[in-house]
């Protein structure tokens, strides 16, 4: 047990480490091969931050592990929302400005209902995580074409702000790219061994472990990225972080996973978990949008009312945890 607590310890201090070398080496190759700053923050920024959890939940379903697959991938969800945007906001509220990321939230709204559909039959099909990549594919399609436009956009101003502080060299970016990618999977391949470990040693099952620790820890990277977008009034940056990892996470995550391994889901997964991450992406959809004559805003009450929600939910599981 001692050996399986460092082995995850380790793992998620270097998992955090390489997903920002990663993220930053492959921003700056981006922008060095004439990439718009607006794809550089949808695509490489917004998912980048997602390369833990798709490798670990990659590796988890490889070694026959579903728990912590899934578990790691809705469970940074719930954290992206309530922890990661409550914190967020508690620092400094949230005004929404970007038109693209108004567009975003009810497509993450339809998705995040699609991934209850297919759960609430009890299993995510080989065929269920085909469509979810198909769906994938279409919206990083329509990212794409929105990422190529030359209309001025709130988010575009503050990508290349980001990007300014950046002074990596072509040779350096491709460097970090590659070296961040092979500490990733070292990484995630000793976090999901010690997270098997301590699940097998205490009793637990995998998806506890999965939400919780695991998915804490490869949502790291979204939170650091979002403290220091906040802390520099960057808000539809950090907004974007989220909105483009939950969308990264229930398509591409839990997509790859289900084509290695199609997986059994258990009856909790959806009346627990999958109606939190979907009442939190409602209201993020409703504060986003804003409506009757409301702008979009995440405001400091806002704020506390999600950490109280994550703080609920984690009480909730660490309940079951301790009741083995």
């Known amino acids: 047990m001692l050996l399986a607590s460092f082995a995850l310890g380790l793992g998620l201090v ?28 949808m695509v490489i920024v917004g998912f980048g931050t997602s390369a833990p959890e798709l490798v670990v939940s990659a590796l988890a379903a490889w070694e026959g592990s579903p728990g912590i697959a899934l578990g790691n991938a ?13 914190v967020t906001a508690v620092i400094s509220p949230i005004a929404v400005h970007s038109q693209v990321l108004r567009r975003e939230l ?4 339809a998705i995040t209902a699609l991934a209850a559909w297919q759960v609430w039959n009890g299993a995510i099909t080989r065929l269920d995580a085909l469509i979810l990549l198909a769906v994938f594919a279409g919206v990083m399609g329509w990212m794409i074409s929105q990422g ?21 060299s072509t040779r350096q970016a ?58 520099k009034n960057e808000h539809d940056l950090a907004l974007g972080n989220i909105i483009g990892s939950n969308l990264f996470n229930t398509l591409a995550v839990v997509g790859i996973a289900g084509v290695i391994s199609p997986m059994a889901v258990e009856p909790e997964v959806f009346s627990r978990d999958i109606l939190t991450m979907s009442a939190l992406t409602l209201s993020l959809f409703f504060m986003g949008r804003g409506f009757a004559g409301r702008p979009g805003r995440i405001s400091q009450v806002d704020g506390f009312l999600l950490l109280l929600a994550y703080l609920a939910y984690t009480a909730y599981l660490l309940t079951e945890f301790l009741g083995g």
């Open 14 to 41: 270097l998992l955090v480490w390489s997903a920002d070398r990663f993220v930053d080496g492959a921003a700056a190759t981006a922008r060095h091969y004439g990439m718009p700053a607006r794809l550089v923050g």
């Open 74 to 86: 809705y469970g940074s969800n719930i954290a992206n929302i309530a922890l990661i945007l409550g």
């Open 106 to 109: 009810p497509i993450l709204t």
């Open 148 to 168: 190529l436009r030359k209309t001025e956009d709130a988010l575009d101003r503050e990508v290349e702000e980001q990007l300014a502080g950046e002074h990596l």
């Open 174 to 231: 491709l460097f970090w790219t590659f070296a961040g990618l092979v500490l990733l999977i070292l990484s995630s391949r000793l976090l999901v061994w010690g997270a098997v470990e301590i699940a097998h040693g205490l009793g637990v099952s995998d998806l506890i472990i999965g939400l919780t620790i695991v998915a804490l820890g490869t949502s790291l990277p979204e939170l650091a990225s979002s403290i220091v977008a906040a802390r």
